[in-house]
């Protein structure tokens, strides 16, 4: 391929070889044909010129005589001029004289031209770029040059001036004329000398390719042939493996730089010597039995095996050996590829404790762990078995004959969801029912279990975690049941103070009775004391009713409420109580709030109730005494505050205040906060206690705009 690029640049070295020579040759002719040119157009302008100026002279001189009827002398040889000039085609193809005179700032041309249709041209502007050697003329000089003419073409000119008549002539000739003939002349030979060379070079290819051709195949073959060579050295010297030549006998021919790292050898070190410098003592045969099967044309491939290095270290590699052959298929040597294992076998060593300390925790763990694929378990841990049951047995998410029936099918769901990949994870707790191995009772567990999506050995698979909880269930059934009587007797201990009072007035008042009754006093003594009797009779009923309304609340009564409403009659029915206990309340509600779900009433008393509650803790203080309500919008809810400037509430007792019948004030009922509470949990609101402004409590509610737990 190379000869042939030579062999093409050659060629066209020969033909830029002849255009340039033939290029040179008729520049030299144009460039002696131009001069000549010039020299003629020269010689006919200044002789026409000067023949002009003879004839002028003669008519001066001659004037009475010949132009007696010319009042000009100049006018009659112009004329002549003329009118000799009116047959007068030109020279050449575009060769004509021109004369002309300066009239002001023109350019007055005088004959008529055969470019112009035998007419005069019109008149040119003696600044113009036009008439070049005319206004050279006009201005007095005489020369040649190349420039427009009257027409903008470019030609080649002999410019003269006429003295005698102050006018200036020109013999011209179009540039192109002259150029023409060796432009065809430059054009011919330049394609003759092509088409000769074309010629000679395909019958030069003609005979000379298949001699190309071969040679070209041979170049070929052998910058494969060295290339692969090079590549295969490349390859076996940068290998990180030991790559080994040996004869037949053992005998080290060959050593890459991954055998120098491998074995500490250099090449000059062990070339020529035993392979049996590499082989431990032990493993000797199984060096000679490796070299019986080459010589026997077998390999040995991915044998795991040791050698020993030149400081005495012993290696672990696996070895590689295949038979050399010469052309004729003899087996001539031996190569041998040895890779180091070592790093391998301590990692598979380090794996394989890693595996067992794993499976030590998976084993003892007091969680129970299964593997389940395609619907099937495919490990259990011990825990697990003890848990559930022996295998073979199905997954409890595919055979729910065992799971409590309000379980099961969020236990069905959980499985749906993380089989088809839905959750990654998700967590349960549920009840089964399993049979004690002691004896036939079936006693109830409950099991918390994650199960999580993962991929196994690469299929999908689900992890299963399970613990049992059922001793922690059954202590946080304890610990409510516990709460639950603690706050019964704390409510029975709290009715009983409130109703005590009323009955022992009672007990009095029916004793004061009895005695006025045996001294038969008056009747206005015995309807005073009958009305006390039904004052503490009243005051027992307000208690019991206090705790049927906590305990059987009204259902909540949702329609569209602009929350502002229920605030403002709140803060009315209160200000005049507030203003006698000398107490000040400000309210700061938000103007674009939006309508929400809400029950009125119920927010009236919710206000109401923390509207009492503030003003109760603040009953003690002398002056200062604040209560401010504020609402706003916030994002999908509405926020209300209650802020007071009382002592406020304990971080302590912040969990305390809504329990029923827990109170901190004598005469205290402990209802309110809890009825603020549970009307706020109706409207699916958030309550929060904090620090007001001033010190006191400030109780945050979040109203949701769409309906809360009133949905139905």
Not at 17 to 44: D, H, K, N, P, S
Not at 97 to 124: C, Q
Not at 618 to 634: A, L, R, Y
């Amino acid at each position: 391929m190379r000869e042939r690029k030579m062999m093409y640049v050659l060629i066209l070295i020969m033909i830029t070889v002849c255009v340039v020579v033939a290029g040179i040759t008729i520049y030299i002719l144009y460039g002696t044909a131009f001069e000549q040119q010039r020299e003629q157009l020269m010689a006919t302008a200044q002789s026409q010129a000067r023949l002009i100026e003879a004839v002028v002279k003669f008519d001066v001189l001659h004037q009475e005589k010949y132009n007696h009827h010319y009042a000009d002398p100049a006018d009659a040889p112009l004329s002549h001029i003329i009118d000799a000039h009116k047959y007068y085609v030109g020279f050449g193809k575009t060769g004509e004289f021109t004369l002309a005179r300066r009239d002001g700032g023109n350019i007055v041309f005088l004959l008529k031209h055969r470019h112009y249709s035998f007419k005069k041209p019109e008149p040119i502007r003696f600044d113009s770029n036009l008439a070049e050697p005319m206004r050279l003329a006009l201005s007095g000089k005489s020369g040649t040059t190349v420039g427009l003419d009257y027409r903008g073409v470019t030609v080649l000119a002999a410019y003269e001036p006429v003295a005698e008549l102050n006018l200036g002539i020109v013999a011209k000739i179009d540039l192109y004329e002259i150029r023409a003939p060796f432009v065809k002349a430059g054009t011919i030979t330049g394609v003759l000398s092509v088409l000769v060379v074309a010629a000679s070079v395909l019958l030069f290819l003609h005979l000379s390719n298949p001699i190309i051709r071969t040679l070209e195949d041979r170049t070929l073959e052998l910058e494969k042939i060295n290339k692969a060579l090079k590549r295969l050295s490349l390859i076996v010297e940068s290998s990180d493996d030991a790559i080994i030549s040996k004869t037949l006998d053992g005998i080290i021919v060959s050593w890459n730089n991954g055998a120098k790292k491998l074995y500490g050898y250099t090449e000059m070190e062990v070339k020529g010597k035993s392979m049996s410098i590499l082989v431990p003592p032990n493993r000797l045969d199984e060096m000679l039995g490796i070299l019986k099967k080459i010589k026997r044309g077998e390999s040995v491939n991915h044998y795991e095996t040791t050698r020993q290095s030149k400081d005495g270290s012993i290696v672990d590699i696996f070895l590689t050996s295949s038979p050399i052959k010469n052309e004729q298929g003899e087996i001539v040597g031996v190569s041998t590829i040895a890779r180091d294992i070592t790093d391998h076998k301590i990692a598979e060593k380090a794996l394989q404790e890693s595996e067992q300390r794993f499976r030590n925790l998976v084993e003892n763990s007091l969680i129970g762990i299964c593997i389940i694929q395609n619907n099937r378990i495919i490990y259990q841990n011990p825990e697990q078995e003890r848990l559930l049951g022996p295998l073979p047995r199905d997954p409890i998410f595919a055979n729910l004959k065992n799971v409590h029936p309000d379980d099961a099918e969020k236990l069905r769901q959980l499985y749906k969801a993380v089989a088809s990949g839905q959750v990654q994870a998700q967590d349960i707790d549920f009840r089964i029912f399993h049979p004690n191995t002691t004896d036939s009772r079936v006693t109830m567990k409950w099991i918390q279990c994650r199960a999580s999506f993962i991929k196994y050995r690469g299929e999908e698979t689900i992890l299963a975690n399970m613990l049992d909880v059922t001793r922690s269930k059954e202590l946080q059934r304890l610990v409510r049941i516990q709460d639950k009587m603690f706050s019964l007797g704390r409510v029975a201990a709290s009715i009983a103070h409130e109703i005590r009072n009323p009955l022992s007035g009672i007990n009095i008042y029916l004793n004061a009775l009895e005695k006025i009754y045996d001294k038969r006093e008056s009747l206005e003594k015995v309807k005073e004391i009958l009305g006390k009797i039904q004052s503490a009779s009243i005051k027992i009923e307000s208690v019991i009713r206090r705790v049927m309304d906590f305990s059987k609340p009204s259902e909540p009564k949702f329609v569209l409420t602009d929350m502002n409403k229920p605030i403002k009659e709140a803060v009315n029915l209160s200000e005049a109580t507030l203003r006698k206990k000398g107490i000040q309340i400000e309210k700061a509600l938000a103007s674009d709030l939006p309508l929400c779900q809400a029950d009125p009433n119920l927010i009236e008393q919710l206000i109401l109730n923390l509207i009492h509650n503030a003003s109760e803790a603040m009953q003690d203080m002398g002056e200062g005494k604040k209560i401010e309500i504020t609402s706003s919008m916030g994002k999908n809810c509405i926020f209300v505050t209650v802020c007071d400037s009382g002592p406020g509430v304990p971080l302590a007792m912040k969990d305390q205040v809504f329990d029923p019948f827990y109170s901190t004030k004598n005469g205290g009922t402990g209802i309110g906060l809890s009825i603020v509470q549970r009307i706020i949990i109706d409207h699916g609101g958030l309550l929060d206690i904090s620090a007001s402004r001033w010190g006191g409590a400030e109780f945050r509610i979040e109203f949701p705009i769409e309906k809360g737990i009133g949905d139905s």
